[in-house]
């Protein structure tokens, strides 16, 4: 009770910011886009993971306020990374299922693009297949709606929800990200390989770009390069970085 209270507050008081985790592309061994994740700075309890508040914002409602927050803070960040150093980096956030069951998901969206003049290509959403299934309707509609302007859209923790491979083929979708329980063993276990090598021919075929997260070690990165996965993101590359310490990151690495 006491984090729902302060977690109500935690807008206004700006002690949310949103990290970046770049990700990077294989073929051209570059950076071109990155996911942002939500932290929350509490006075008293230091950071406090999403992971343990998102649930709660869930839960209260507050997943409304604080996910038009994400988008807000999000595209003004793309804009900024635009204006200041030239640079058009892509960007992915998070959205909760509970966002889809909210009328003016899209229409947020187009209006943080359309007032900053952002190409919207440059934003990526990430849904989990759970999250489709919660409000799938709904969830079809908005993504569609979204998708038609050039918003891109990507399955998050792909593998690890209930939805049926029927649904890929009707689900707006431009990008799978291979949950990191199957990256964590491809190294080592044949299973894990094997179903890793299954997703990569199966996005491709459908026409989408793969992307494999927690990638943490050389021999996880030289099997997804092998077998042709698109992007990494994970430790072994970088970890999420506040804002300014992603952009240096990114200038070192060019
Ligand atoms: O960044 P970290 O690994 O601590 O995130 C933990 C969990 O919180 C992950 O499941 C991640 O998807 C989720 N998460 C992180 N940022 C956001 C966000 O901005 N919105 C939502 N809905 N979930 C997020
Ligand atoms: O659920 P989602 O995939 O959005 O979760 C993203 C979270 O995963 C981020 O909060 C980030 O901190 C975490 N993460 C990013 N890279 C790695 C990694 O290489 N290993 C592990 N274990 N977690 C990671
Ligand atoms: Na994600
Ligand atoms: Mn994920």
Redesign the pocket.
Known sequence: LYLEQSLRNAISRHELSLWYQPKLDLSSNTIRSTEALIRWHHPQLGVISPADFIPIAEDTGLILPIGAWIIEDATRQISEWRDKEDQNIRVAINISAHQFGHQRLSEQIIQALESLQLPPRLLTLEVTETALMTHMEAAVRQLQALRDIGVCVAL??FGTGYSSLTYLKHFPIDVL?I?RSFVADIAHDTESGAIVRTIITLAHSLNMTVVA?GVETQAQLAFLKENGCDEIQGYLFCKPLPAGDFLEFLRHHR
Request: aromatic letters at 0%.
């Open positions: 998050d923790d990200k949950d997260e």
